[in-house]
């Protein structure tokens, strides 16, 4: 082909065509970005005050016009923003960017160190005693979502019972206890072992008001009993305790 001056003609033809090709798209593509930026950009669902002080410096990191604009990065730039579970970034013609934001929804406090959302997804916060109030969850890592249904059945359970969920503790070896707190501010500890969760939850919401009424307040319920539960009375000694069971 070097030897082929028709062949070398042909050749640099292409070059050069591909070449002016090449320049008139980057052109082109500077041209409709020149003539097509964003002239509104609208955010909706950011409404927790961390979320809102990051969006301002992420909007103004945005790079490209409505042709140019990377809409994955983009999406990508704002999920990593504080409280941000899902970006849903859009272009909407003319000349509108539409950015829809998901917020994380926090259930729980996980191990002192990060929130737990309510899809059972930990999220990690800036200042973590702004929230401490919330129910503290301590579990080993990996078991998120299995603490956060299990979580859903206490709080179920001491709806009723006019209590809510102050704590929960896994073990390494997957036995869970719960603290469950009054109206009366006090607290007690059940004890729901590894097995037979549903039925002993379900035994404590049914016994727990009649111990009440009959022993006093109860600050500790072990319901590792195949036929009852351990109750512990507020107020007397640790080895003082008495046994309720079904009739």
Known sequence: MWNDPTALNRLTRLILVA???FALWILGRATAESLAPFWQITVAGASH?????????ALRHLRGGFFALDLEGAQRDFERLPWVRHA?????WPGRLAIAIEEHQAAAAWN???????HGE????????????LPR???????????ARRYGEFVAVAKPLGMRVEQVV????QSWRVRLQGADANSVVVELGRD??????????????LAVATLGPISRADMRYPNGFAAQIKGRLANTSLKVKKA
């Open 19 to 21: 070449t002016l090709l």
């Open 49 to 57: 005050e961390e979320t809102r002080a990051a969006v301002k410096p």
């Open 88 to 92: 849903d970034i859009r272009r909407v």
């Open 112 to 118: 002192d160190r990060a929130l737990l959302n309510t």
């Open 122 to 133: 930990v999220f990690p916060v800036a200042a973590m005693d702004k929230y401490l109030g």
């Open 137 to 147: 969850l301590y579990a080993p890592d990996g078991t998120e979502r299995e603490t």
């Open 170 to 173: 896994v073990t390494t070896r």
């Open 196 to 209: 037979h969760m549903d039925e002993r939850l379900a035994r404590f919401a049914r016994f727990y008001p």
